[in-house]
Structures are given as C-alpha cells and as structure tokens.
C-alpha cells in the first residue's frame, strides 16, 4: 500500500476500535477480551459499576497503558504508536486529571494552544467566564468540579474529532453535568464528532448517547443502540415449578426465596423471545435503561 492509500485507509477507519484485549493486575482479570468499534459520529456510553474495568479500558484504547494481549487502533493507527497527526484529532479527559497542577489555568491552554492549529481560544474564554473559574489561580489550588471543568475545557478546545471521557461529570454539580451534557450534543451534532464517555449514572447516558456499552467484570456484556434496548432485552420471570426449564444467559440470573427464578433475555431476530416465556406462570418485564444496568451489575 503506498502513503496515499495508506493515508486514506487511516482516515476512513473506525474512530476507536479495540480487539481481544485482555489485561489483569496480579491475579485478578480486568479485562477480558474486550471488542469494541465506534462508529463515526456516534455518542457511546460505556456503563458498568466503579471498579468494572471502565478506566483501564480506555486506556489501553488510547494506548496509555499496553494490554497483556489484544490489539487498539485510534483512527486506524496502532494505539500504541500515535502520529502527532491523529493526537491532534483527539480530546482526553481522565477520571482524575491531575497534569500540569503547579500551572495556572490560563498558563496551561496558553502552552497546550501551541499544539493543536484548531484551538478555539474563544470557546476556552467564554467557558472559563460561564462556569466563573479564575483563569489565573493554580490549578491545584482548584477545588475538584473546577479542575474536571478545566480538563474538560482543555479536552474540547482544539476541536477533536473523536471526544473520550472518563467519568466526565463524577465532580460536577447537577448544573454543570446539564451543561456538560448539552456540550457533549452539540459537539456531536453539529461538528460530527464521535464520542465515547464513562459513567455510572444512567440518567446522564440516556440524555445524550445514541449507543451503549455495558462492560462487568472486564467483560463487554451487550453494545447496541440507546433506543433499542427496551425492545432487545427484557426480565423473564419463571415461577418455581418450571425454573429448571430457563435459558442460559450471559446477563444476569437471579433465584428469589420462594424459588421463582428471573433472568435477563434477548430476543432473537424475529423480535420473538426464548421458548421458556411461553411457560405456564412466564412472565416477560420490559425494563428501563436504569433497571437493566441493576439487573446485570447486581
């Protein structure tokens, strides 16, 4: 392939896409063959509870920490070998950023502007006056919701094409979440940009993501559309008389006290579910976005 196609190939590839990644600390399995593909211009959501290999997944896919096994390619370029060209197509923010703290505000976007041709200098001034932070105070000196507004500042200012968020809004005020949320759209829709962000809170994931992706236990449990989860998975509850006769799921399974027996199923293609929900006593729950994350992380 010679350099224009290969310039090409790059160009028109996945955002972010990671395969077969694996990873532990010790003896304990953070990841566990993790697959994932963003699609341009797509808002993901990745959910799973504190301590469910979020943070260690993002970073192995932006190449910042380097996988036991599996690969991690950010605009079709190798993760862990980044051209200056594809970092300039790309915002970070950390779950705890704590770079450059001895800098004042104004110093770090004053050096970080240097880098990137597309910053908005701008958008950098009217978002340090909206959320009332002192652009020349040290920012260790900032409390934890001004940092978090002043690495989220950093992120968006050069204009990136693909947006990656670690719990973005965990020191933020519900004001400030709306805000950043509202941001997170605009910049999706109207610039195109491609989004993935970490949360635990549902309600922040269903105001803006168009897809999602649970990971538990280092495992990515189901990815699909925001919209279509209500419809593709659902509560089958068995009474105790025909529990035995429920499938296998890979979601979540849970035996109650009186031996009833509820488990999370997908329906197939047809939109049809398993065989075992036409049981005497089944029962099929449609279940809220919320109630599907208490499902499977319980």
Not at 75 to 103: C, H, I, M, N
Not at 117 to 135: G, N, S, T, Y
């Amino acid at each position: 392939m010679n350099a224009t196609a290969q310039a090409v190939a790059v160009a028109s590839a996945a955002p972010l896409q990671v395969r077969g990644l694996t990873h532990h600390y010790e003896s304990k399995i953070v990841l566990d063959h993790v697959d994932l593909a963003l699609q341009p211009g797509s808002v993901l959501g990745l959910i799973g509870r504190n301590g469910a290999g979020k943070s260690t997944l993002i970073r192995a896919m932006l190449g910042l920490l380097e996988p036991q096994s599996g690969e991690a390619f950010v605009f079709g370029e190798p993760a862990l070998k980044l051209s200056d060209t594809t970092k300039e197509r790309l915002g970070y923010v950390p779950q705890q950023p704590d770079a450059l703290a001895w800098l004042t505000a104004a110093q770090m976007f004053d050096y970080l502007s240097r880098f990137y041709p597309r910053w908005d200098h701008r958008f950098v001034k009217d978002m340090l006056q909206r959320w009332e932070i002192e652009a020349n105070k040290v920012m260790a000196k900032l409390s934890p919701g001004e940092r978090q507004r002043v690495d989220l500042v950093r992120a968006l200012a050069p204009q990136p094409e693909l947006l990656v968020l670690d719990e973005p809004a965990s020191a933020l005020d519900p004001v400030a979440r709306r805000e950043l949320l509202r941001e997170i759209a605009l910049r999706a829709g109207e610039a195109g940009a491609t989004v993935l962000f970490s949360t635990h809170i549902v309600s922040d994931l269903e105001r803006v993501a168009s897809d999602i992706a649970f990971l538990h236990d280092g495992r990515m449990l189901l990815h699909c559309p925001v919209d279509e989860t209500k419809e593709r998975y659902a509560r089958l509850w068995l009474p105790a008389n025909v529990a035995a006769a429920a499938p296998a799921s890979p979601l979540g399974k849970r035996r109650h006290e009186d031996g009833s027996l509820s488990v999370i199923v997908e329906c197939d293609a047809n939109g049809a579910w398993p065989e075992a929900s036409r049981l005497p006593g089944g029962r099929v729950d449609t279940l809220g976005l919320e109630d599907l994350f208490v499902e499977i992380a319980e």
